[in-house]
């Protein structure tokens, strides 16, 4: 199964090439569903260099004062040990850049293109992929850094402008906020902590990281703020010792420079005990493993609202329409091939040419047995249940022989509960037909690209298979009334005559029988049952593959295909009308549709398999 990270990831670019056209309202919903971690913090407070640590890469622009202009959408994808490292941005598709420098300037380059030249800052995103075999999956957004006065060449409105924007992406119920602060000034004034603790006051969504622990004062250190000492949150504070500016200018690499983070942290006498928690490489795995388990907390909303996005996306391309054909005949045909089609995949997975028929024999040889053994027996041949129904059924004059009538009851009793089983699996192999038409469907080709006959096969498909499971229960569970109401013959000409069990007319009709002849009855109806179970485990699947299995196989669409011959032209061309004014829309559509299908797909199996 595809990494979390990386599904979600897929999901944010599909999300974001639509929305840069404009074509889906229920997109920025859609956005804001999917978790991501937001990097807030002060004008140098080290925010970019904490990035480049955990990327290991020098790619992001340096300078004084406002650097981070714009909101930069940092996705990292660990790829196979040994291949080359690139970087792709989004406004240029298809072109990878390996050379990191490059990246830089194209970072720099993008921002001025937006704002230009100026200080001025833009909510418009950078969207940015860095592919590594030395990355963790995860996704970062570097928000420009929080300031409180404006520099020369800004607006007054800066200040509060910053702020907006930082606002707009942490107050979102689905953002971690990576609270960036630097350990050589007081928490106390810290920009991140207290834009953080306005918006997530009970810290479940904030990570805090400590910068700079190296340059605190002779005599201080930072182990108050690292163990929560000084500000708590929910979870452990990180400290991470970043490259000097003099490093940066001799050009030492992140391999060395992490090498030189984890020496730092465990030769240090008043860290060493929090070592094994501090440093980039910690803090980038903490970062991935913590997204997918909020992501993981979120699929339900995120399957529901992809789910939505795109019904949206196929009731826009059911309304743009599409044809084949022109004629009436021409149009009934196409319909009718492409139905077969689909007819033919489902007959596939039913016969193993595809996969998923195997679990309907699944239900018959694990589920059903099983559901059986589960039956409580014990509970209907209880003792006092026992003595209960033989002296009921005797009435007011006792029995002569064997208590026919309180065998009769006391099988029909027990017999009766089969009908739970039998249910279940009538009921379990319309699932794993209605799951096959799902897959068929999906499977078929020609139907991705005509949403309305989709719909109409799906519903014709899903109709048929509703009749079909009714007409399976109703034989299934005669199967179990049949044996309720005739019982075996030899079964009652084997049973010990019982004729000194009359009893004794002066005693009680409740003290009649003795515990030994009680267990003798329980003993000899408990076979019996566990002979109708065994009859019927294997008349059971008979009965439904009968009603189900080759009901479907045989004519799983012939109702559709009745009607189809019923409809008015009009209705026939409604499911593949074209209209050539929006055939370039329809083009584009279909291509950002395949993706969020996909990702609805992957989302589906990852919700499945929970």
Not at 114 to 124: A, M, N, P
Not at 377 to 392: G, P, R, S
């Amino acid at each position: 199964m595809e990494n979390l990270i990386s599904l979600v990831n897929k999901i944010q670019r599909a999300c974001t090439a639509l929305g840069d056209h404009g074509e889906a309202s229920a997109l920025p919903t859609l956005w804001d569903s999917l978790p991501a971690i937001a990097v807030v913090g002060g004008q140098s407070s080290g925010k970019s260099s904490v990035l480049e640590s955990v990327v290991g890469k020098d790619f992001l622009p340096r300078g004084s004062g406002i650097v981070t202009r714009r909101p930069l959408v940092l996705q990292l994808h660990k790829i196979d040990e040994g291949s080359r490292e690139y970087a792709e941005f989004l406004h240029l598709p298809r072109k990878r850049f390996t050379d990191f420098a490059a990246v830089r300037k194209e970072i720099q380059d993008e921002t001025d293109r937006e704002t230009g030249r100026s200080k001025q800052i833009s909510t418009v995103p950078i969207h940015l992929s860095i592919y590594s075999p030395n990355v963790v999956n995860l996704t970062l957004i570097d928000l420009p850094g929080l300031t409180k006065v404006a520099v020369e060449g800004q607006p007054e409105s800066i200040v509060h402008d910053i702020e907006n924007m930082v606002r707009s992406y942490i107050e979102k119920p689905n953002c971690i906020i990576l609270a960036i602060s630097p350990a050589n000034q007081d928490l106390a004034t810290s920009d991140a902590i207290k834009i953080s603790c306005e918006v997530d006051p009970t810290g479940e969504r904030t990570l805090g990281v400590l910068t700079k622990i190296d340059l605190m004062d002779k005599g201080t250190d930072a182990v108050d703020m690292l163990e929560g000492k000084s500000y708590r949150l929910k979870f452990p504070w990180v400290g991470v010792v970043n490259r000097s500016q003099a490093d940066i200018n001799k050009n030492v690499d992140m391999i060395a420079a992490r090498r030189r983070e984890r020496e730092y942290f465990a030769s240090t006498p008043e860290y060493k005990h929090l070592a094994h928690r501090m440093g980039s490489e910690h803090l980038a795995k903490m970062l991935s493993k913590h997204l997918e388990t909020v992501i993981k907390s979120k699929i339900p909303g995120i399957q529901s609202l992809i789910n939505k996005t795109v019904a949206d996306l196929e009731a826009e391309q059911s309304r743009l329409g599409k044809s084949i054909a022109t004629d009436d005949g021409g149009k009934l045909y196409a319909i009718m091939e492409i139905s077969r089609s689909f007819d033919q995949i489902f007959k596939e997975h039913l016969d193993g040419v595809r996969s998923g028929g195997d679990k309907i024999y699944n239900v018959f040889d694990n589920q059903l047995p099983a559901a059986l053994k589960r039956l409580q027996f014990d509970k209907q041949l209880a003792m006092e249940n026992i003595k209960k129904l033989i002296t009921e059924a005797d009435g007011y004059q006792p029995h002569l022989i064997a208590p026919e009538q309180g065998y009769r009851r006391l099988i029909e009793s027990s017999v009766v509960t089969i009908r739970g089983p039998a249910e279940a699996a009538v009921d379990a192999v319309h699932a794993i037909l209605k799951d096959l038409v799902h897959k068929a469907i999906s499977e078929t080709v020609e139907l991705r690209q005509y949403p309305s006959l989709r719909v109409e096969v799906g519903n014709a498909a899903s109709d048929s298979l509703e009749r079909m499971r009714a007409e399976s229960k109703k034989a299934t569970l005669q199967l179990v009334d049949m044996e309720c109401s005739y019982l075996t013959v030899d079964f009652f000409r084997k049973l010990p005559q019982d004729v000194e069990k009359g009893g004794n007319p002066t005693h009680s009709i409740f003290d009649r029988y003795n515990d030994s002849y009680l267990r003798r009855i329980g003993t000899t109806v408990l076979s019996y049952v566990n002979m109708v179970c065994a009859s019927l485990r294997n008349s059971i699947p008979k009965s439904i593959v009968y009603c189900q299995v080759r009901e479907a196989k045989r004519s799983l669409l012939d109702h559709f295909f009745t009607d189809l011959g019923k409809l008015e032209p009009k209705r026939v061309s409604s499911l593949l009308n074209e209209d050539p004014a929006v055939m370039e829309r329809r083009r584009a559509l279909a291509k950002r549709l395949e993706l969020y299908r996909s990702a609805q797909a992957e989302i589906d199996a990852v919700a499945w398999s929970k």
